[in-house]
């Protein structure tokens, strides 16, 4: 199957600093990728589809100017936590996604293995 | 908007079959998933079942969906302890042509040995 990778895996950062958050689609190029945000013992919310070469989507509630997106290749996303506070300590989640007719499920979602930020 | 809903906790034996609920929202949803997650980790893809079909048998996995009450069901046959883990449901919604996914609220399994 096909394989994305996180970077970094966990991140501790103090208040008011930014940090960045890699996604990377290893051997398959994602025309679409999303991101996500989990609370512990809570479910994936949405935050934003990032299609390449253009402006993300994002999710009602979610601050564009706090979490910015870049998919400005099809093999990587990035998003970065600006400003960041504690309330922004989460689990985040990409996944990554290719129309390919030969693939057995349309529009298949590949996740990462996720990055834990914590904001002291 | 509405929630995938899911009951929050299971506990089974090992060896007994588990069996975990999700009631979604969108009847247009073309595919539905379900997904497992092991701790620290991200989303596996476990298996999905196309709107248009009542069953889907993968291995120890079998897959009902009830079009009708918005009903999807996961059953584990022989469950094992490295089936511990917690479980989400997903629709798409819109017929997929969002390529979006929304999740359930999971259930996490607990296999005792």
């Known amino acids: 199957g096909a394989v994305v990778s996180q970077h970094p895996s966990r991140v501790i950062c103090k208040s008011g600093t930014s940090v960045k958050i890699e996604c990377r689609s290893l051997?398959?190029?994602?025309?679409?990728m999303f991101w996500y945000r989990q609370f512990p013992k809570q479910s994936l919310m949405l935050m934003a589809t990032?299609?390449?070469?253009?402006?993300?989507?994002?999710e009602q509630g979610v601050e564009k100017d706090k979490f910015l997106i870049n998919h400005a290749s099809l093999t990587l996303s990035t998003l970065t936590v600006t400003s960041a506070h504690p309330e922004d300590s989460s689990f985040y989640i990409c996944?990554?996604?290719?129309?390919?007719?030969?693939?057995?499920?349309?529009?298949?979602?590949?996740f990462g293995p996720g990055t834990r930020l914590t904001v002291l | 908007g509405e929630d995938v809903e899911q009951s929050l906790f299971l506990s089974v034996r090992e060896g007994d079959s588990s069996v975990i609920n999700c009631t979604y929202t969108d009847s247009s949803s073309t595919y539905l998933y379900w997904y497992k997650q092991e701790p620290g980790a991200g989303l596996q893809l476990l298996t999905y079942i196309f709107s248009n079909m009542d069953m889907k048998q993968d291995q120890r996995l079998t897959v009902l969906l009830n079009k009708k009450d918005k009903h999807l069901s996961l059953r584990i046959a022989d469950t094992q302890t490295g089936d511990s883990a917690i479980y989400f449901c997903a629709e798409s919604p819109g017929g997929g042509a969002t390529n979006k996914l929304i999740f359930g609220t999971g259930t996490l399994l607990a296999v005792q040995p």
């Open positions: 996944s990554a996604s290719h129309r390919n007719p030969e693939w057995d499920i349309h529009n298949e979602q590949f």
């Open positions: 051997d398959f190029q994602a025309t679409t």
């Open positions: 990032s299609n390449e070469g253009s402006k993300a989507t994002y």
